[in-house]
């Protein structure tokens, strides 16, 4: 299974950057698959999640400002960010597991989660 993300850059603080997740290698689409991310000299943090039923599982950090979503056909995934702010800034990984639990995986920081991305930096500035 391969991952791959794009559509980081840099943006000030208010705005809004789309992350896409281009995924291929399987026949069946993961049943869970979500975005973490990590700053620097921090702990990896679930961001978002989503089922393959399109159930939904937010960091309370993000709730409100970023949405999830995806596409089983194309076998992608997004994440809509806005009203950005610099606590933001963090590299963004797309993760993706066949495994049939997602939601909890949210607060385990991606422990269960079987692929990854290489990730793609977000920097926010004030």
């Known amino acids: 299974v391969y991952l791959e993300e794009s559509g980081g850059g840099s943006e000030q603080s208010g705005g809004s950057l789309t992350l896409s997740c281009v995924t291929s290698g399987y026949n069946s689409n993961p049943y869970c698959m979500g975005w973490f991310r990590q700053a620097p000299g921090k702990e990896r943090e679930g961001v978002a999640i989503?089922?393959?039923?399109?159930?939904?599982n937010y960091a309370g950090s993000v709730k409100g400002r970023f949405t999830i979503s995806r596409d089983n056909a194309k076998k992608t995934l997004s994440l809509q960010m806005n009203n950005l702010k610099p606590e933001d800034t963090a590299t963004y990984y797309c993760a993706a597991t066949m495994t049939n639990t997602c939601l909890s995986l949210l607060s385990k920081a991606g422990d269960g989660m079987d692929y990854w991305g290489k990730g793609t930096l977000v920097t926010i500035s004030s």
């Open positions: 989503i089922s393959r039923l399109e159930t939904t």
